[in-house]
């Protein structure tokens, strides 16, 4: 349920090369494919660790830094709950 609710916000904020992966990491390493490892330095590890911290904060009622990205919202993708419990 997590993975399809993770599509749905990727593609809803125009991302539109997202898929979900039967079987998840364990059976993309059992296919035989490639796994990537970060160092701790790389720039997208960062920035994923800085907008990590960015979201706990606001979650917690504090102040946080101004961290931005683009997005395309896709509002013919966005269901009102209304609309969203038919299918659940």
């Not at 997208?44 to 990590?52: F, G, Q, R, T, W």
Request: charge should be positive; avoid cysteine; proline fraction near 3%.
């Amino acid at each position: 349920m997590i993975s399809f609710k993770m599509f749905r916000m990727f593609r809803v904020f125009g991302h539109k090369k997202v898929w979900v992966l039967d079987g998840g990491l364990p059976q993309w390493q059992a296919s035989g494919f490639n796994v990537e490892k970060a160092s701790p330095d790389d720039d997208a590890v960062l920035k994923s660790i800085a907008a990590n911290r960015a979201v706990k904060r606001v979650y917690n009622g504090e102040q946080t830094n101004t961290i931005s990205f683009q997005t395309e919202f896709q509002p013919n993708l966005f269901w009102a709950l209304e609309k969203a419990s038919d299918f659940f």
